[in-house]
C-alpha cells in the first residue's frame, strides 16, 4: 500500500475551506499535514477543526512540517511568493489559477520551476472532468470550426469587495479570475488565437470604487478563417457556463456537466450527461498531482502550458486600453 503524500493548505480563504480542504478529505493519495494562512484566526480554527499544526508563515510550515506538496491558494498578487518559497524548498506545488498574474511573472515562474525541479499543477478543474474530454474528442465531428462563443457569468453581490476589485492585486478583473477556466477551454480545444478585440467594463455597481474589470467581452479572430467572442461577468447573472464551436458539419456545445453534438439544422445527433462528481473535483485533482508526483501520469497543466494564458490576457487588457486588435503571441514572453 502507497504511504500518502502529505500536503499543506497554504491560504485559508473559500477556495480552500470550500474545495480543498474536502477534497483532500476525501482524496485517496494525500492526507493533510499542516495549514498556513496570514489570518492567525483562520489559522487557530482550521488547525482545531483538522488536527493539524497551523502557521503564519509559509517559511516556518515548510520548515517544519517538510510537506510533499503545498496546495496555494492565495489572492492573486501573493501566489508568486508561495512558489518561491516552495522552489527553494525543493516542495512541489498545486497552484490555484490563474498560473501568474501576467506574461512576465508566468515566464519567471516557470523558469523558477524548472531550475528547481519542482513540479507544479494549475487548477483547472475541466481538464479533470470527463464532459470536456469527451468535447475535444467530439470536436473534430463538426469539420474545420468557423465560428466559437464562449459565455461565463454569474452574478456577485459586491464586485468591489476584497482585493478582486483591485487590479493590481488581482491581476485583472473577471477575465482573470473566472474567466481563466473559459481561456483555458479555449486554449484547450482551439489554441491561441491570432488577434483578440477586448472591451472591459467597472460599471455594474454604480459608485463604488473598484477598477477590476466585472465584465468583459473579447472577440477573436484565428488566421484560418475561425472567429468567436467571449462574455465573462461577474455582475450579471443567472448563472451560466458555456461553450460553442461551430463548423460545418454542426455544433459542438459544452456546459457543466453536458456536452451536445448538434448537426447544422441545430437537431441533438449525440449527447452525454454526467452527474456531480464523487469524489468532489478537487478530489480528482490531488490525486492526479500525487501521480504526477510518483511519475505514473503527466502533468496536464504545468507551468509551461499556462504561458499562452497569461498572453492572451495580455493582449486582452492592452487592447482594452488602446481601443485596437493585439496578437496575443506577441506577448509570449
Same mark, same amino acid.
Given at each position: 500500500?502507497?504511504v ?7 491560504g485559508?480563504g473559500?477556495?480552500?475551506?470550500n ?5 483532500? +478529505?476525501?482524496?485517496?493519495? +494525500? ?17 482545531d ?8 508563515s509559509?517559511?516556518?510550515l ?8 503545498v496546495?496555494?491558494a ?8 508561495i ?5 527553494e ?5 498545486l497552484?490555484?489559477? #490563474? ?5 512576465h511573472?508566468a ?5 523558477l520551476?524548472?531550475?528547481?525541479g ?10 479533470f ?11 473534430? $465531428? ?23 476589485? $483591485? ?7 473577471c477575465l ?5 477556466h ?10 491561441? #488565437?491570432?488577434?483578440v478585440?477586448? *472591451? ?22 484565428? *488566421? ?21 464551436i ?16 448538434? *448537426? ?14 464523487? #469524489? ?6 490531488? *490525486?492526479?498531482?500525487? $501521480?504526477?508526483?510518483?511519475?505514473t501520469?503527466?502533468n496536464?497543466s ?9 498572453a ?8 482594452a486600453?488602446?481601443? $485596437?486588435?493585439?496578437? #496575443? ?5
Amino acid at each position: 500500500m502507497n504511504v500518502p503524500k502529505r500536503a499543506a493548505m497554504v491560504g485559508l480563504g473559500g477556495q480552500a475551506t470550500n474545495d480543498h480542504l474536502p477534497g483532500l +478529505a476525501q482524496c485517496h493519495l +494525500a492526507e493533510l499535514a499542516g495549514v498556513c494562512d496570514v489570518d492567525a484566526d483562520r489559522v487557530a480554527a482550521a488547525a482545531d477543526a483538522h488536527q493539524v499544526p497551523g502557521f503564519t508563515s509559509v517559511e516556518r510550515l515548510l520548515q517544519e512540517v517538510r510537506p510533499d506538496f503545498v496546495i496555494a491558494a492565495v489572492p492573486h498578487h501573493a501566489g508568486q511568493q508561495i512558489v518561491a518559497a516552495c522552489a527553494e524548498a525543493g516542495v512541489h506545488v498545486l497552484k490555484e489559477k #490563474p498560473f501568474a498574474t501576467d506574461p512576465h511573472e508566468a515566464a519567471e515562474l516557470a523558469g523558477l520551476c524548472d531550475k528547481s525541479g519542482i513540479e507544479l499543477m494549475v487548477t483547472v478543474q475541466r481538464r479533470f472532468h470527463p464532459v470536456y474530454a469527451v468535447g475535444l474528442q467530439l470536436l473534430e $465531428r463538426i469539420g474545420a470550426p468557423y465560428l466559437v462563443e464562449g459565455r461565463y457569468t454569474f452574478h456577485c453581490p459586491d464586485p468591489a469587495a476584497g482585493w478582486r476589485g $483591485r487590479a493590481k492585486l488581482a491581476g485583472g478583473g473577471c477575465l482573470a479570475d473566472m474567466g481563466y477556466h473559459l481561456i483555458d477551454l479555449l486554449l484547450w480545444y482551439l489554441g491561441l #488565437p491570432d488577434r483578440v478585440l477586448a *472591451d472591459t467594463s467597472t460599471a455594474a455597481a454604480s459608485g463604488a470604487e473598484y477598477d477590476a474589470e466585472d465584465t468583459a467581452l473579447v472577440h477573436l479572430a484565428y *488566421d484560418r478563417g475561425l472567429y468567436g467572442s467571449l462574455l465573462v461577468s461577474r455582475s450579471a447573472g443567472p448563472k451560466s457556463e458555456r461553450l460553442a464551436i461551430t463548423g460545418p458539419h454542426g455544433t459542438l456545445t459544452v456546459e457543466r456537466g453536458t456536452v451536445r453534438l448538434l *448537426d447544422p439544422g441545430g437537431q441533438v445527433v449525440e449527447s452525454l450527461l454526467r452527474e456531480p462528481q464523487r #469524489p468532489c473535483s478537487p478530489a480528482v485533482q490531488i *490525486d492526479r498531482f500525487c $501521480r504526477v508526483l510518483d511519475g505514473t501520469a503527466p502533468n496536464p497543466s504545468g507551468p509551461a502550458a499556462h504561458l499562452p494564458h497569461a498572453a492572451f490576457l495580455a493582449a486582452a487588457y492592452a487592447s482594452a486600453t488602446t481601443n $485596437r486588435p493585439a496578437d #496575443p503571441k506577441e506577448f509570449l514572453v
